[in-house]
């Protein structure tokens, strides 16, 4: 099975080309145009390795949590491929390939962060690539009840260092590292998860969209005029 993987759920490309569990290509550009350069990356990778989008068998992406409109980029291409060429795609969650991708021994609670701005972060919690609560759009004082007792605590993703120092200030008893290798490549892990997803409950349905854990911009204000309206 030849798999075409992709991660643009932050600014960050993370592309792989898998086949038969042998990773042909993995490829990481930080500060990437997403929009701009996206077609022309995955047109490069299958090229530079003799293939063409008629040879890959699974698509796969992250579905969130991430930026809005980064998420679309990749899920849309992706899903437009698969539609033309009749192959399966499946997405996976974006804080669980991270979290696997850190590779953190088992003893170890692995927390997965992302900037989600506003002074917030998209964070998981993991151990043994295993989610302890669902993904939430928050800050640290969120989670400190799913902390308690923790003594090894391994912080990973793109926005890692930040959150560790907020985690500091804010828990007593705790060992808390950051991963060293941040950001880590995700290509060839969004590969292997999405391979385990297909075999154990197959593909995408075709209306499955990006997970977003927040409420955009034009949706709160949405909201916020129906409040004022219903308050008049």
């Keep these: 099975m030849t798999i075409l993987a992709c991660d643009t759920s932050t600014s ?37 390795n003799g293939l063409a989008l008629c040879d890959i068998d699974l698509f796969a992406c ?17 899903k437009a ?15 669980q390939a991270i979290a696997l991708a850190c ?11 992302i900037d989600a701005r506003k002074r917030r972060y998209y964070i998981g919690l993991y ?19 799913r902390l308690e007792g ?8 793109p926005d890692a260092q930040a959150f560790a120092d907020k985690l500091r200030q804010a828990v007593d008893g705790s060992d808390i590292q950051v991963d060293g290798q941040v950001p ?4 060839t892990v969004i590969a292997s998860m999405a391979v385990k997803r297909y075999r154990n409950a197959g593909a995408d349905d075709i209306g499955q969209g990006p997970v977003y854990i927040r409420r955009s911009d ?15």
Aim: glycine share 8%; aromatic share 2%.
């Design 218 to 232: 034009a949706e709160e204000a949405l909201i916020e005029k129906r409040r004022k309206e219903e308050g008049r």
């Design 150 to 157: 923790e003594k090894r605590i391994i912080v990973t993703g």
């Design 62 to 78: 992250t579905r969130g949590p991430g930026s809005f409109t980064s998420l679309r980029i990749a899920m849309s291409t992706l």
């Design 12 to 48: 960050t490309l993370h592309l792989a080309l898998v086949k038969d569990d042998a990773v042909l290509e993995e490829r990481m550009i930080q500060s990437f145009q997403h929009s701009e350069g996206l077609l022309e990356q995955i047109d490069d990778i299958l090229s530079s």
């Design 103 to 113: 590779n953190a021994p088992g003893d170890a609670l692995v927390a997965s962060v």
């Design 184 to 187: 880590r490549p995700l290509g």
């Design 81 to 95: 491929f698969a539609l033309a060429l009749d192959r399966p795609l499946v997405s996976v969650p974006t804080l």
């Design 127 to 145: 151990r043994n690539g295993e989610a302890v609560m669902d993904d939430v759009d928050g800050n640290v004082e969120d989670i400190l009840d």
